[in-house]
């Protein structure tokens, strides 16, 4: 299927892994491009620049195909050292780059000038907007659904996707949500050039992750995530577990005077003991809603083939059927 986003990363399919702490491994890259989707490593799971240039070196040996490097911006007192890490990239020579978080503008100008095309992930309108303006070369429309951070508006695919598709000149991918060919064909019917996944991903035989996580996404139906920091303005859709539970109780009975100290047991350095050991009630981990569509644990290149399969079917049987 040939989009402005295929043609954009040099890819076969419009099917992207989203960054993903402590999941985005050279592993799970390799194994994503490898099946002719755009797989990206998480340049933050690294601890430092050093390790992600070792990490890309890692990706290479395992893949010819083009991958990338999400960098995360977070609001910090004590900020990773984010020219380092972009040099890592640029020496790399990885050429593609998912920005998320704050704006990236300041980053563009070094990521431009050594030809590396960004893609930002943005969770309203306006932000989209506001990254076509500074250079950015595409975006990532994640809605509501989405595993992750989706924002405080709150506005699901069905309308984001739509809205971004009036207003967006630079091509743009839907994530949130997205499983499978109907989620594909659904994105591309509503002016997406393609579709951005987290949560599947983490159910394939190749994700670096403990079994106990795939089991826990196969197992668990749509009903069963959270929203949690909504009060601290950082909400972040998650799995629901004891860790869960508790720290919604302590939103609950201190309302607007929370601070990030009372929840940091629920939340801060989690994601090794989860994903790496397999403590499923170590704290909170970020899932989609559409854990719900989630039933089986293929390989990388077996999900995306039948994507594909299903997507095609659905374009050239079922809605040609309709006249
Ligand atoms: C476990 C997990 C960790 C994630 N970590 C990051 C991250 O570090 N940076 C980022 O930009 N997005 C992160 N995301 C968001 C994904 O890249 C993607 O936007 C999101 O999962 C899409 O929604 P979906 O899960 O419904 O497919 C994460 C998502 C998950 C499920």
């Avoid at 303006?133 to 595409?138: M, S």
Wanted: proline fraction near 5%; aromatic fraction near 4%; charged fraction near 25%.
């Amino acid at each position: 299927m040939k989009t402005r986003i295929t043609e954009m990363f040099g890819i076969k399919h419009p099917i992207i892994q989203g960054g993903m702490h402590f999941v985005g491994f050279a592993e799970m890259a390799a194994a994503v491009s490898n099946a002719d989707g755009l797989g990206i490593i998480t340049g933050l799971t690294q601890r430092t620049p050093e390790l992600l240039a070792k990490e890309i070196a890692r990706c290479r040996t395992m893949t010819d195909k083009p991958f990338g490097v999400n960098l995360t911006f977070l609001p910090s007192v004590s900020p990773p050292d984010y020219p380092a890490y972009i040099r890592a990239i640029i020496e790399g020579e990885v050429k593609i780059v998912e920005t998320a978080g704050n704006n990236p503008q300041k980053y563009l100008p070094a990521l431009k000038e050594n030809g590396i095309k960004v893609i930002h992930k943005c969770t309203s309108v306006r932000h989209s907007l506001k990254a076509e303006a500074v250079g950015c070369d595409a975006v990532s429309v994640d809605g509501f659904e989405c595993g992750g951070h989706p924002g405080e508006d709150d506005i699901p695919n069905m309308i984001l996707l739509p809205r971004a598709a009036d207003e967006l000149k630079i091509p743009f991918v839907a994530s949130g949500g997205m499983a499978d060919g109907r989620s594909l064909v659904a994105a591309l019917a509503m002016g997406a050039e393609g579709m951005n996944m987290g949560t599947r991903f983490m159910a394939t035989k190749e994700a670096p992750v403990h079994q106990n996580v795939k089991d826990a996404i196969v197992a668990a139906s749509e009903l069963d995530t959270r929203l949690i920091m909504r009060p601290l303005r950082n909400t972040e859709r998650v799995l629901k577990n004891s860790a869960v539970e508790r720290l919604l109780e302590k939103e609950k009975a201190l309302g607007a005077n929370i601070k990030f100290e009372d929840i940091f047991g629920e939340v801060a350095g989690v994601y090794p003991k989860i994903m790496t050991e397999g403590q499923m009630e170590a704290g909170a981990w970020s899932c989609g809603m559409v854990v719900g569509l989630i039933n089986d644990i293929p390989t990388c290149k077996e999900l995306i083939d039948r994507i594909m399969a299903e997507a095609n079917e659905i374009i050239h049987g079922r809605l040609a059927r309709f006249g």
